[in-house]
Nanobody
Framework: QVQLVESGGGLVQPGGSLRLSCAAS????????MGWYRQVPGKQRELVGG???????NYAGSVKGRFTISRDNAKNTVYLQMNSLKPEDTAVYYC????????????????WGRGTQVTVSS
């Protein structure tokens, strides 16, 4: 069993910053790519960005230059540093991880967290 738990969401004023964390725990052999998505009610979940096991990153155009994804492999944790936040960044943010669980051969599975709310408002 593998669990992902996000933290760090909240209310912030436009122009402010927040740092989200997502920790993976459980029967983990290794983690390949990790990433962040966000979803607004009534809309599809959209990619924010991702990071490979080799620390290569990619970002959606709407957040490039404002958001930074990093990871701590020793802690099985991925971070999302969000700067210069805008009201349109308001959403539930979800992390995911491509995990090879222990005891299940070398098959990889994508796991998701339950999400954390980020609200950007004055």
């Amino acid at each position: 069993q593998v669990q992902l738990v996000e933290s760090g969401g909240g209310l912030v004023q436009p122009g402010g910053s927040l740092r989200l964390s997502c920790a993976a725990s459980g029967s983990i052999f290794s983690i390949n790519a990790m990433g962040w998505y966000r979803q607004v009610p009534g809309k599809q979940r959209e990619l924010v960005g991702g990071i490979t096991s080799g620390n290569s990153t990619n970002y959606a155009g709407s957040v490039k230059g404002r958001f930074t994804i990093s990871r701590d492999n020793a802690k099985n944790t991925v971070y999302l540093q969000m700067n210069s936040l805008k009201p349109e960044d308001t959403a539930v943010y979800y992390c995911n991880a491509d995990v090879i669980p222990t005891g299940m051969g070398r098959l990889q599975y994508r796991y998701w967290g339950r999400g954390t709310q980020v609200t950007v408002s004055s």
